[in-house]
């Protein structure tokens, strides 16, 4: 059976890859495939007779007309498009505004404060970590003395499968990358790692690296659609699913990107909330391991020691499936969760669920 796993996409800087060792490993693949002794494998065709030629298919209008579109989405969006580096890694960034601010994911700068950003012609700038927001993988940092160009956000709610996606970023370092597919689904749900489950994700065939988190995944008008930020594993045979890469959604990097600017943090989340911290059982449920004093599950009556097994419906075995589910409801709304107590009895508390707080 086909399983995936998701990983977050930031480059360590354990092994540094320079475009020469791209080159250098690229003509070492070469000979390798023409020779193991070092001698062409080329095939002369006998005297006299003619060499093959493969036919000639000319473009079509619509052909040149659409790769031509493309190099201007690339042209115009590069340049909002920035490099992230730390001591522990790099990553990409979207310039947010006029004033410096450039959004990325928080797993890029996680675990710091200073930051050296390079612009797609090679300037490079000192930045400063504005704020952060985990539960959605977002953060904001801010450079001091640089002035770039803002990148355009599309309207993510407007997008179809199938339409064009074109992937800009910083994949294993290698600056300025661009690779393109379609958008290829909707998923809601996706887990990141520890305990982080994004609420929707955009789904693209466009070729996503470590290195491409936090970069730019934009439309055929040259709009920002998403933040690239995980790509897909098969824990089976212990590789990467091509083709199968994440971004977070053009209106929650907007949402979020936005009230950190203004406030230093989120203020108004979206996300439902329990105030409840859990933990894992042996596949048996979310063990209740605090309650928040006066917040929905304390309300509702939850305990700690109690087991959740079920919410607004939804079987629970682990604690990354409750943060899977409360991803997908929405603050306000009053759902059954199912506890098992520590006398093994069963209790269904009705839980007005509240709004996640702001970092």
Known sequence: MFRLAFIALRRHLLAPLAAGTVAAAAVAGIALATSSTGTSRTTIPPTGSPPPSAPVRLATPTGIALQNAIVEVVHSVSPSVVQIEDQEGLGSGIVLDAAGDVVTNNHVVS????????????????????????????????????HLKPATFADSSRLQVGDLAIAIGNPLGLRSSVTEGIVSAFRAAVPESN???????????????????????????????????????????????????????????????????AHGK??????????????????????????????????????????????????????????????????????????????GARKTLEVTLGTFPGS
């Not at 890469?245 to 949402?255: D, E, H, K, M, Q």
């Open 111 to 146: 675990g710091a404060t200073s930051f050296t950003v390079t612009t797609s012609n090679g300037t490079r700038y000192p930045a400063g970590l504005v704020g952060s927001f985990p539960p959605d993988d977002l953060a904001v940092i801010k450079i001091s003395g640089a």
């Open 195 to 261: 305990n982080v489950t994004l609420p929707s994700m955009i789904q693209t065939s466009a070729a996503i690296n470590p290195g491409n988190s936090g970069g730019a995944l934009v439309d055929i008008e040259g709009r920002v659609i998403g933040i690239p930020t995980l790509a897909a594993t098969d824990p089976q045979l212990g590789g990467s699913a091509p083709g199968i890469g994440f971004a977070i959604p053009s209106n929650l990097v907007t949402a979020i990107a936005d009230q950190i600017v």
């Open 266 to 343: 989120v203020v108004d989340s979206h996300r439902a909330y329990l105030g409840i911290q859990v933990g894992d059982t042996n596949g048996s449920g979310a063990y209740v391991g605090s309650v928040t004093a006066g917040g929905p599950a304390a309300k509702a009556g939850m305990r700690v020691g109690e087991v959740i097994v079920s919410v607004d419906g939804e079987p629970i075995s682990t604690a990354s499936e409750l943060f899977g589910v409360l991803s997908t409801l929405k603050p306000g709304r009053q759902v059954p969760v199912v506890v098992k107590r520590q006398d």
